[in-house]
């Protein structure tokens, strides 16, 4: 089973693209979407973050926005986050991947924002960098709801930039081209992986 691990900064299209190595047979372990179902499904981890952060649990769950708030800018706040999220996260990704395993699997995906930054690469066989042009990427940043130029540059200075990504890649997809160009980048990738 070859473990890959898709990476890119904001604004690349990394979700659009996991989405699009999903639709070749490829399971996809959404690291995002696991952090968001723990702060509302893990009593214990859910806990564990009030006691750190009291104002982020909101209605029995931790609330995303209010806990980004709180350890935006606050190197110490978001090491100790850290501390507590990361061995539930790495509980359930040994269960995903032991089930994967299970089922025989040629590949799985890690779908991962911040990689390189947290040492994933280390986990994982083959990396996939997904990337634009910094114009496009600041267009479609800023044309999310609640985006701010502010929020823009706080993302920005907790990414490796994108062309240090790109030169630690195995393989780059670039999604400037629309979404029919990069499923053939992605057809690609799996037919070269496959030989």
Same mark, same amino acid.
């Given at each position: 089973?070859?473990?890959?691990?898709?990476?890119?900064? !904001?604004?690349?299209?990394?979700?659009? *693209?996991?989405?699009?190595?999903?639709?070749?047979? @490829?399971? @996809?372990?959404?690291?995002?979407?696991?952090?968001?179902?723990?702060?509302?499904?893990? +009593?214990?981890?859910?806990?564990k973050i009030a006691h750190a952060?009291?104002?982020?649990?909101?209605?029995?769950?931790?609330?995303?926005?209010?806990?980004?708030?709180?350890? $935006?800018?606050?190197? &110490?706040?978001?090491?100790?986050?850290?501390? !507590?999220?990361?061995?539930?996260?790495?509980? @359930?990704r040994a269960n995903w991947l +032991?089930?994967?395993?299970?089922?025989?699997?040629?590949?799985?995906?890690?779908?991962?924002?911040?990689?390189?930054? *947290?040492?994933?690469?280390?986990?994982?066989?083959?990396?996939?960098?997904?990337? *634009?042009?910094?114009?496009?990427?600041?267009?479609?940043?800023?044309?999310?709801?609640?985006? *701010?130029?502010? $929020?823009?540059?706080?993302?920005?200075?907790?990414?490796?930039?994108?062309?240090?990504?790109?030169?630690?890649?195995?393989?780059?997809?670039?999604?400037?081209?629309?979404?029919? &160009?990069?499923? +053939? +980048? @992605?057809?690609? !990738?799996?037919?070269?992986?496959?030989?």
């Amino acid at each position: 089973m070859i473990i890959l691990g898709l990476t890119g900064s !904001i604004g690349m299209g990394k979700s659009t *693209t996991a989405d699009l190595f999903a639709k070749e047979g @490829v399971p @996809v372990f959404d690291v995002d979407a696991v952090i968001h179902k723990l702060y509302v499904e893990d +009593q214990d981890l859910i806990d564990k973050i009030a006691h750190a952060f009291p104002a982020a649990k909101q209605g029995g769950v931790i609330e995303r926005a209010v806990l980004g708030d709180l350890v $935006r800018g606050h190197k &110490d706040a978001l090491s100790d986050l850290e501390n !507590i999220v990361h061995p539930a996260i790495a509980n @359930v990704r040994a269960n995903w991947l +032991q089930d994967a395993r299970g089922r025989d699997e040629a590949f799985v995906m890690f779908d991962i924002p911040l990689l390189f930054e *947290t040492g994933g690469e280390n986990k994982v066989d083959k990396i996939i960098v997904v990337s *634009t042009s910094p114009e496009e990427q600041k267009h479609r940043v800023l044309a999310r709801p609640g985006m *701010t130029e502010a $929020r823009f540059a706080h993302f920005l200075s907790r990414q490796m930039p994108d062309e240090e990504k790109r030169r630690r890649a195995d393989f780059v997809i670039n999604t400037s081209k629309g979404l029919e &160009d990069a499923a +053939q +980048q @992605v057809q690609s !990738i799996l037919r070269q992986l496959k030989t």
